[in-house]
């Protein structure tokens, strides 16, 4: 699902489009989008945008009248930029956002359409959707400390944990845990504190750099193609490819439906780490649902 520097672009292509734009209609495909029912989602209908935020992994529109947007877009969930007064017509569309200039569609390619959309009034409801995790690029490295160990979880776990830190997802910890060279497995309490300051060093660095490349890859244009993966990360998605550091093969742990990779020389001392000896950990610790994981 998009995470922090896909949010990010989103949000950026989302304010030079329509913020101070009227949203004129809202043509709604799908009944199981919308989960709020006071205020009605027609209620933003004639409403300006006036902001456009991110809210851990969700996308938040401010409109006029103290009405907000909250889009998740979960795995499959996505934004198009499409011609003046289109409606929604595939199988993949959900909502149409019409404004004068071009009308936004939610897409998912997801039979079981998770992705979600809240009409909210006033921020104190805002504020109720958000997850609560601290914000990973703005954060010192004292407050990243103090959220990596508030709990002993394991380092992938406290990563992705939405709880603990915004906007990072099953993707970019793969990414974070590989450039900071330490196992995806290895417990948040058990760290040093050089270990804390890599890890610090190696989550902004690889946010940062990440989101840089994706704005320069869009440039002006709207991203149609939001995606968690992408060719050139270095581990993520890349079971066993080799690693551009070292050139072993990535490695991966496979758990319900999700998988950790990660490349064994930079990361585990050469360990190949075993899923069914890692299972009564993995119960414990990893996410069980999609939802969860956010």
């Known amino acids: 699902m998009p995470e922090l520097p896909d949010i990010t672009i989103y949000t950026e292509a989302l304010t030079r489009l ?6 004129l209609k809202i043509d709604l495909r799908s009944p199981f989008l919308v989960r709020t029912f006071d205020p009605e989602i027609t209620a933003v209908e004639g409403k300006r945008v006036l902001e456009i935020s991110r809210l851990g992994k969700r996308i938040v529109w401010h409109l006029e ?14 934004f198009h930029c499409r011609k003046p007064n289109s409606r929604p017509s595939g199988k993949r569309d959900l909502c149409g956002f019409q404004f004068e200039q071009v009308t936004l569609m939610l897409t998912e390619a997801n039979s079981k359409q998770r992705a979600g959309l809240w009409c909210i009034r006033g921020r104190d409801q805002l504020a109720e959707h958000d997850p609560g995790g601290i914000d990973p690029l703005t954060c010192s490295p004292e407050e990243f400390r103090t959220a990596l160990q508030l709990e002993n979880r394991t380092l992938k776990r406290a990563l992705s944990n939405p709880k603990t830190f915004s906007g990072i997802g099953n993707a970019y910890s793969d990414e974070i845990l ?3 060279q330490l196992s995806p497995l290895l417990l948040s309490g058990k760290l040093s504190e050089d270990e804390i300051a890599q890890l610090y060093e190696a989550t902004q660095q690889t946010l940062t750099e990440w989101t840089d490349r994706l704005r320069e890859k869009t ?9 968690a993966f992408h060719s050139e990360m270095a ?20 758990y319900a439906d999700r998988e950790t990779n990660y490349c064994p020389h930079c990361q585990t001392g050469g360990k190949v780490l075993k899923d069914r000896a890692l299972s009564r950990l993995l119960k414990d610790d990893w996410p069980s649902t999609v939802e969860e994981w956010e």
């Open 18 to 23: 329509i913020v101070g734009e009227r949203l």
């Open 65 to 78: 009248d103290d009405l907000f947007l909250i889009f998740h877009l979960m795995i499959a969930g996505r």
């Open 178 to 180: 590989h450039a900071a």
């Open 219 to 227: 440039g002006d244009k709207f991203p149609e193609q939001v995606t």
């Open 235 to 254: 581990v993520h998605g890349k079971f066993g490819e080799p690693c551009p550091v070292c050139g072993q093969r990535v490695a991966r742990i496979v």
